[in-house]
């Protein structure tokens, strides 16, 4: 998809992801081993309750999704940054939810635009758990 077919607005959704409790021990024990990800004995003493997963690892089963869904294909250049905000929890099983939406456009030159992406990532609930804004360079009609 080119930069001139998408419009500011223009909303996509992703297909669900679950967190695998296997996957978010495996994650969590390479890249964020902290009682809280780890320990369900520790986990069960806090106001969780609960392992929480890794925020990095919930984002990324949903950014999973995102890739399968290759919106741009081979118009897509690079991704030029990303910033996550965690508003709640995520949890083993857990079903997350995400809508991607255009929520800025910029032409940089005669030959790519960026665009700001914001995903809204819910929970099974529709609680909003996390939200991503991306930015990506995309190809433009020549």
Avoid: C
Wanted: hydrophobic content about 40%.
């Amino acid at each position: 998809m080119y930069f001139e077919d998408l419009s500011v607005g223009m909303s996509m959704p992703l297909d669900p992801a679950v967190i695998d409790k296997d996957d978010m021990l495996a994650f969590a024990n390479k890249y964020d081993n902290v009682p809280l990800h780890t320990d369900e004995e520790y986990a069960r003493g806090t106001r969780f309750g609960k392992l929480i997963a890794p925020g990095v690892m919930s984002f990324m089963v949903v950014w999973a999704k995102y890739l399968e869904k290759d919106y741009f294909g081979e118009e897509l250049i690079a991704g030029a940054s990303t910033k996550i905000e965690w508003f709640k929890p995520t949890f083993a099983g857990d079903t997350l939810i995400g809508v991607v939406t255009v929520t800025k456009m910029v032409e940089r030159n005669p030959y790519n635009g960026l665009v700001e992406l914001t995903i809204d990532i819910t929970n099974q609930d529709g609680e909003l758990v996390m939200r991503d804004v991306t930015e990506a360079v995309i190809k433009r009609k020549r």
